[in-house]
């Protein structure tokens, strides 16, 4: 069976973003190989952060994924900082990486720009996920179109690592392209992000996400009721085809399309839709809540298991590297 290996911020609650973007699919994949899905607390230390805060939010993105239908019976859900080979196969991995290679990655150059002083973490981020990777030696990697840079970088740091000190010992891992799409946020103008504040949580009420969707950017060119829209233009339309079934999708599409509905009656179907979806999601959350040794049993089986596979992969490489004893 491949395996395949990936990772979240821990940035707290999901929002139905990240839910739609990953994670659903993550749920579907987890039957059909072996799985390895990572909370990468580390990652979240190149930026400003309150140590409190950061426990909080790994342990409610724990919750959120395994609310979502991650199963730590079937898949394998850890912390990145509760395996320390991912730092050490880092470290090993930065002797080996050229610099020019990281200056050039996109995601630095856009993060780089908004900060004052930058952090070598920030530049050294790919080199951690390359580590995170190849130490469970994955062989697929879910990812979005803008996670391919990243993983490319990481297929050339196998090449060049196995090139110095062993052909064949990391896989080059491939890219697992996510069906899913991109979603917006409810301004209907970036991709939808916490750091926009254009999200809406997997977890959240009813009322308040009804409190979100109610003035929700549709197609602009639709001012009055009368007016016929195009939903291919509209962000609800889009997040009908992720909540809602087919034959309404198809409804909406006649109703945006002919004026036959106005945009309130359009989002109501879609609070709907979402809220069929969201509801077990919910209470499956409100139960790991109020039993937190069932989120900590989780983390700690699925730590084990991959410090195990990683203390395997070390000792090969720290052998081939002339690290022995
Ligand atoms: S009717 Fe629905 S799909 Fe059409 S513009 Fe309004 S909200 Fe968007």
Known sequence: MSRIFSGIQPSGELHIGNYLGAVKNWVELQRSYESFFCVVDYHAITIPYEPDDLRTRRREMMVSLLASGLDPSVATVFAQSMVPEHTELAWIFNTVTPLGELER?????????????????????????????????ADLVPVGEDQVQHLELSREIARRWNARFGEGYFPEPQAKLTPSRRIMGLDG????????????????????????????????????????????????????????????????????????????DCKKVLAESMETELVPIRSRAAELREDPTRVQSALDAGADKCRALARETMQGVRERMGFDG
């Open 105 to 137: 990655q996109t995601q630095f150059k856009d993060k780089a720009s908004r900060q004052e002083s930058i952090p070598a973490g920030l530049l050294n981020y790919p080199v951690l996920q390359a580590a995170d990777i190849l130490l469970y030696r």
């Open 189 to 264: 103008n970036t991709k939808m992000s916490k750091s926009m504040g254009n999200t809406v949580g997997l977890l959240e009420e009813p009322a308040s996400i009804w409190e979100k969707l109610r003035p929700a950017v549709t197609d602009p060119a639709r001012l009055r009721k009368t007016d016929p829209g195009t939903p291919e233009v509209c962000n609800i339309y889009h997040l009908h085809k992720a909540f809602s079934p087919p034959e309404t999708v198809e409804h909406v599409a006649v109703q945006c399309s002919t004026a036959g509905w106005g945009c309130i």
